[in-house]
T-cell receptor, first 113, second 114 residues
Framework: KAGVTQTPRYLIKTRGQQVTLSCSPI?????VSWYQQTPGQGLQFLFE???????NKGNFPGRFSGRQFSNSRSEMNVSTLELGDSALYLC????????????FGPGTRLTVL | QQQVKQSPQSLIVQKGGISIINCAYE??????FPWYQQFPGKGPALLIA?????SEKKEGRFTISFNKSAKQFSLHIMDSQPGDSATYFC?????????????FGSGTQLTVLP
């Protein structure tokens, strides 16, 4: 069974730009959660999508948004990038959500210059 | 109330030794406590997890000890191996509703010397 895939793996953007990250969950998984990982703040929950609906949201500004498609693939968008958005963005998939084991992808390393 | 505090930040252990990582939480509504292992360049992977109605869970060389009254839980790695060198995160899951998410500790970088 293929694992969670994330594209691209690495991304360099400049301040003010916007970026879209993609996550393909494990086949059969309907929940996709996104996390931001930084050395200073650790792993922080961004949001969770289940069956194309945002089910939970963490404490991040509205510049961070996401969506999920009917095939459970998910995208995360960050608008008006700031230097502090440089991080590893991880997505995790599971069958039903946080109640199930979450399987993480390798992440997308975003660098904002 | 949503914080999970993890210590130590880094840990160096000799091969064959015991590695112990501790976590503490405040929110008594947390109902599930997993530990994740992360290698460089990889996403975290679930290692072992426990629910608050159990005081200890063992899987191979990995054991979680849970103290509900003290609101603390710890990961013990017995017979630590160089291949265990990784970053370990504890986490806690909130109750149903909008808090149904994982809150992670800050991570412990474990180095096992050969």
């Amino acid at each position: 069974k293929a694992g969670v895939t994330q594209t691209p793996r690495y991304l360099i953007k400049t301040r003010g730009q916007q970026v879209t990250l993609s996550c393909s969950p494990i086949s059969g998984h309907r929940s996709v959660s996104w996390y931001q990982q930084t050395p200073g703040q650790g792993l922080q929950f961004l949001f969770e999508y289940f069956s194309e609906t945002q089910r939970n949201k963490g404490n991040f500004p509205g510049r961070f948004s996401g969506r999920q498609f009917s095939n459970s693939r998910s995208e995360m968008n960050v608008s008006t990038l700031e230097l502090g958005d440089s991080a590893l963005y991880l997505c995790a998939s599971s069958r039903q959500g946080v109640s199930d084991t979450q399987y993480f992808g390798p992440g997308t390393r975003l660098t904002v210059l | 109330q949503q914080q999970v505090k993890q210590s130590p930040q880094s840990l160096i252990v000799q091969k064959g030794g015991i590695s112990i990582i501790n976590c503490a939480y405040e929110n008594t509504a947390f109902d599930y406590f997993p530990w994740y292992q992360q290698f460089p360049g990889k996403g975290p992977a679930l290692l072992i997890a426990i629910r608050p109605d159990v005081s200890e869970k063992k899987e191979g060389r990995f054991t979680i000890s849970f103290n509900k009254s003290a609101k603390q839980f710890s990961l013990h790695i017995m017979d630590s191996q160089p291949g265990d060198s990784a970053t370990y995160f504890c986490a806690a899951r909130g109750p149903s509703g909008s808090a149904r998410q994982l809150t992670f500790g800050s991570g412990t970088q474990l180095t096992v010397l050969p």
